[in-house]
């Protein structure tokens, strides 16, 4: 069993820590005011038809930053269903979004929304925030996870960009991106309730899960580079599944998904994957729901948000499979 790290971070580090966040935030609004100024004539064309992307951001960056799970869970199948409405003919079809669109527009709001919840779970562990003895590992460790799992995610994600996902059939992939999510919640409900009266007792990772961080690095930046979410989800299972201490798992899990997704964009940027008024839509929403998801999660408790994000997982995969049948979204 592993004793509880001492909760201080140095002053130093937290005034270091305050003033990254700050400026890293601060350089991504300005980041987002350029975009929007730039669109903003095709924003204002379709609004009456996208501006209902803005509480689905808020919602699915609340889901992503407070439990891990990548935003996507919640994009996709909100995407799907436009683009089933263009199909359909009630929406313009220049806002129909095939399965390709769906990814790179779920990487772009992820790259806001889970940035400003990354920055706040960094900012409550490291830059002066209030937390429990039981809550958090010591820095050095924290760090030596993420560039763990850095090590064999990027090279994945971008080698699977660049070699395999043009090959890939947009039908197809979102038939796997279904299937995908949903085991994925299953395994997750499953565990948590199995395991909801362990405590977390692990504060620093030992050389074995070092390998199988670098192990479920690799397969989580394919898995990444073709669904938009999968690196986080694993990394948070394993964690927990491994007694560390849940809002370290969840945050370690955050950081690494807004990481992998910023490396990813440019791929869908460069082969205009980017339905802009789409996405610009659902970005300030995202960034608000990344604020807050952090409270979000405070209020839930550990079991409790894993019980919900485990659940929306499978009820939104439900209705990817099912509502083809229904008549509710497109095949």
């Given at each position: 069993m592993?004793?509880v790290?001492?909760?201080?971070?140095?002053?130093?580090?937290?005034?270091?820590v305050?003033f990254?966040?700050r400026?890293y935030?601060g350089a991504?609004?300005a980041?987002f005011?350029?975009?929007l100024?730039?669109?903003?004539?095709?924003?204002a064309?379709?609004?009456?038809f996208?501006w209902i992307?803005g509480p689905i951001g808020?919602?699915g960056?609340?889901?992503?930053?407070?439990?891990?799970?990548?935003g996507?869970v919640?994009?996709?199948?909100?995407?799907n269903t436009?683009?089933?409405?263009?199909?359909?003919?009630?929406i313009?079809?220049?806002?129909?979004?095939?399965p390709?669109?769906?990814?790179?527009i779920?990487f772009?709001?992820?790259?806001?929304?889970?940035?400003?919840?990354a920055s706040?779970?960094?900012?409550?562990f490291?830059?002066?925030?209030?937390t429990g003895?039981r809550?958090?590992?010591d820095g050095?460790?924290?760090l030596?996870i993420?560039?763990?799992?850095?090590a064999t995610?990027l090279?994945a994600?971008?080698?699977t960009q660049?070699?395999?996902?043009?090959?890939?059939?947009g039908?197809?992939?979102?038939?796997?991106?279904?299937?995908?999510?949903?085991?994925l919640?299953v395994?997750l409900?499953?565990?948590?309730w199995?395991?909801?009266?362990?405590?977390p007792?692990?504060f620093?990772?030992e050389?074995?899960d070092y390998?199988?961080l670098?192990?479920?690095?690799a397969?989580?930046?394919v898995?990444?580079?073709?669904?938009s979410?999968?690196?986080g989800?694993l990394?948070?299972?394993y964690l927990?599944?491994r007694k560390?201490?849940?809002p370290?798992?969840i945050?370690i899990?955050v950081?690494?998904?807004v990481?992998?997704?910023i490396?990813?964009?440019?791929y869908?940027i460069?082969?205009?994957n980017?339905?802009w008024?789409v996405a610009?839509t659902?970005?300030p929403g995202?960034?608000i729901?990344?604020?807050?998801?952090r409270?979000?999660?405070?209020?839930?408790g550990?079991l409790?948000?894993?019980?919900?994000a485990?659940?929306?997982?499978?009820?939104?995969s439900?209705?990817?499979i099912?509502?083809?049948?229904?008549?509710?979204?497109?095949?």
């Amino acid at each position: 069993m592993t004793s509880v790290p001492s909760t201080k971070t140095p002053q130093s580090v937290e005034a270091h820590v305050e003033f990254a966040t700050r400026v890293y935030l601060g350089a991504l609004v300005a980041l987002f005011i350029t975009l929007l100024l730039t669109n903003i004539g095709d924003i204002a064309r379709f609004f009456e038809f996208i501006w209902i992307f803005g509480p689905i951001g808020v919602f699915g960056a609340i889901i992503a930053s407070s439990t891990g799970t990548g935003g996507g869970v919640v994009f996709v199948p909100a995407f799907n269903t436009l683009s089933g409405a263009s199909e359909m003919g009630a929406i313009p079809m220049e806002l129909a979004i095939d399965p390709i669109k769906t990814i790179g527009i779920s990487f772009l709001i992820q790259c806001f929304g889970m940035s400003v919840g990354a920055s706040v779970w960094i900012r409550r562990f490291y830059g002066g925030g209030q937390t429990g003895p039981r809550e958090k590992i010591d820095g050095h460790s924290f760090l030596f996870i993420i560039f763990t799992l850095l090590a064999t995610t990027l090279p994945a994600l971008l080698v699977t960009q660049f070699a395999l996902f043009s090959n890939v059939d947009g039908r197809g992939l979102l038939v796997a991106f279904k299937w995908f999510s949903l085991t994925l919640g299953v395994v997750l409900l499953i565990f948590t309730w199995a395991f909801k009266r362990v405590k977390p007792y692990r504060f620093h990772p030992e050389r074995l899960d070092y390998y199988w961080l670098l192990g479920l690095g690799a397969i989580g930046g394919v898995i990444t580079a073709f669904f938009s979410v999968g690196v986080g989800e694993l990394v948070a299972v394993y964690l927990i599944l491994r007694k560390f201490p849940t809002p370290s798992a969840i945050a370690i899990a955050v950081i690494i998904s807004v990481v992998t997704v910023i490396f990813g964009v440019g791929y869908h940027i460069a082969n205009n994957n980017i339905i802009w008024p789409v996405a610009l839509t659902a970005i300030p929403g995202a960034m608000i729901g990344g604020f807050v998801a952090r409270y979000f999660a405070i209020w839930l408790g550990p079991l409790w948000l894993k019980t919900f994000a485990s659940l929306w997982i499978i009820l939104s995969s439900a209705f990817l499979i099912v509502g083809p049948y229904l008549g509710l979204i497109s095949k």
